[in-house]
């Protein structure tokens, strides 16, 4: 019994006997002339805490890569306002959905590699669908983002797309967003020798006309209580909650 207890003080002092939650954050060296944080995963309450505690380092932040399924509307809400007033870029490499696209969305330059994925939908209940709760934040949710400035044809997706499912962003409205083809923050080998990509090129999506819109069931989406079955309201008010996917 006594080492049962011994090795459960080691356990608990190692941080093991509890698991960890939330979007994993990493702090890696760019070619920005800063440092890039690195989201991975569902993003849950505590984040933006866990988040903002990376601006206080004497390094600055430069940017964002993005890596999520989506998660709390409140921490991802506020992540994003966060990454708007420090005028950071945001890149995305695989995929992005529901909260994380917003935050890449308010990025001040926003990047992604050619195999990308940005995906939007609605708001939906606790049982995926949608009842006049979730209608109503879904409009408040659309007004907010063309007051952030975010194309209607972006919101015109968030809208339209049942929870439970997303649609993928294609290239129309990528090039309204701007959106270069690029990784702004990588960094090669040559010679042996680690370097920055010297080439300032910035490939930007051009409109290829109305390519098909890819739309897939959503794999993590989550409701206004938590649970993922949508896009929930992206600010606190009263009667409303704070969570989606």
């Known amino acids: 019994m006594r080492l049962a207890k011994t090795i459960l003080t080691i356990f608990l002092a190692a941080g093991i006997a509890e698991p960890c939650f939330g979007v994993e954050i990493s702090r890696v060296a760019s070619c920005a002339g800063g440092d890039v944080l690195q989201l991975r995963g569902d993003i849950e309450a505590g984040d933006y805490v866990k988040f903002r ?3 206080d380092d004497e390094r600055r932040i430069v940017g964002l890569d993005l890596d999520s399924p989506g998660g709390s509307l409140y921490e991802g809400f ?3 306002t966060l ?3 420090r005028r950071l870029s945001t890149f995305v490499a695989k995929e992005c959905d529901s909260a994380c696209a917003f935050i890449f969305l308010l990025g001040s330059k926003r990047y992604v590699s050619s195999e990308a994925k940005i995906g939007v939908h609605a708001v939906g209940n606790d049982y995926g669908g949608e009842d006049n709760g979730t209608i109503r934040d879904t409009i408040h949710f659309a007004r907010l983002s063309a007051k952030l400035g975010i194309p209607s044809a972006t919101i015109g997706k968030m809208v339209t797309t049942p929870p439970g499912k997303i649609t993928f962003l294609d290239e129309a409205d990528l090039s309204a967003l701007k959106v270069i083809v690029r990784d702004p923050f990588a960094r090669k080998t040559g010679d042996g020798i680690e370097g920055c990509n010297s080439d300032a090129a910035e490939e ?3 409109d290829g006309g109305e ?3 890819r739309t897939k069931p959503s794999h993590k989406p989550e409701s ?3 649970k ?3 896009l929930a309201h992206p600010s606190p ?6 969570n989606f996917r």
């Open 224 to 226: 206004r209580s938590g």
């Open 78 to 80: 506020r992540i994003a």
């Open 53 to 55: 505690s990376h601006f």
């Open 228 to 230: 993922r079955t949508g």
């Open 211 to 213: 390519p098909a819109i």
């Open 83 to 85: 990454t708007r007033e």
């Open 237 to 242: 008010r009263p009667g409303a909650a704070a």
């Open 204 to 206: 930007a999506f051009t």
